[in-house]
């Protein structure tokens, strides 16, 4: 599966993109927050990707922070929301009111956002309120530096393997952190160790 794309910007639309990587075009579907700070066409785009395959379609979407994704991941899980409705969601509200709104059990607020009704707003609530991340934690997430093409590769090849993202990426920062060489197999062997666990 696709975790991640790295290449230039040829098209840009409000809910779509093209990432052209490696002489391929890629069509990105992306989030009004991730569309906002994307830098002009021709410019180089790092996107963290989630493929969503049906019997009948491939389609990624992409996102500019690692955050913004896993909140992504964590609303497809809730019955009735599929990753349309899913980027609905993430362009309506910023995450960090949507977090609060969720784990506050606001139905008022989350039912504001197109497309989502009290029935959703109430499995939102009761599916997501204990798997969030508390207020603020989504800020020290953002000051994880970018990752190196090694650490990428590292994240990609644990996603592959089954392991969650959001833990192959902690247990990847952890191995950093560590001073572990910046080769693939040491970054790998460490970040699987501590993944396994």
Known sequence: MIAHLRGKLIS???????????????NVTVSVPTFSELPGL??????HIHTHVREDQLALYGFLRPEEKHLFEKLI???????????????????E???????????????????VG???????????RDKLPPAGATDEVRAV????????????ALTNLGFQHAAAEKALAQTAKNGSAESFDALFRGALALVSK
Do not use: C, F, W
Not at 145 to 156: F, G, I, N, W
């Open 97 to 115: 009111e949507m977090i609060n709104a969720i784990r506050g059990n606001d139905l008022a607020k989350l039912t504001k956002v197109p497309g």
């Open 42 to 47: 021709g410019s180089e785009v790092s996107l």
């Open 77 to 95: 899980t809730v019955s009735g929301i599929g990753p349309k409705l899913a980027i609905t969601v993430l362009s309506g509200m910023p995450a």
């Open 12 to 26: 840009r639309h409000p809910n779509l993109v093209v990432l052209e990587t490696g002489g391929v075009g890629y």
């Open 118 to 128: 009290r029935k959703t707003a109430e499995r939102m609530v009761l599916e997501l």
């Open 145 to 156: 530096p970018s990752l190196s093409a090694t650490q990428e590769d590292v994240l990609s």
